[in-house]
């Protein structure tokens, strides 16, 4: 499966620390080959869900066989 990132989600893991923005990455290419995850569909949203790493949040969708990554925020 195929990650993008928006320009905001881009924008958003350059205020990251590196070594977040790996544990981001890494959990992301999991997610994408198959392995389970804290994926939650969002209330409200046809398509839009969010992941949780750590302390932050990736909020993303599933379009054509592609999770585009929308935006990413520290809780």
């Known amino acids: 499966m195929i990650i993008k990132f928006s320009k905001k989600a881009d924008k958003d893991l350059s205020n990251i620390d590196k070594q977040n923005i ?33 302390d932050y949040r990736i909020i993303f969708e599933f379009i054509d ?7 990413v925020l520290r809780i």
């Open 65 to 71: 066989g592609e999770i585009r990554i929308i935006h």
């Open 22 to 54: 790996k544990r981001i990455i890494q959990k992301l290419k999991d997610f994408a080959s198959g392995e389970s995850a804290d994926v939650i569909l969002l209330k409200g949203y046809l398509n839009l869900y969010r992941l949780r790493v750590g």
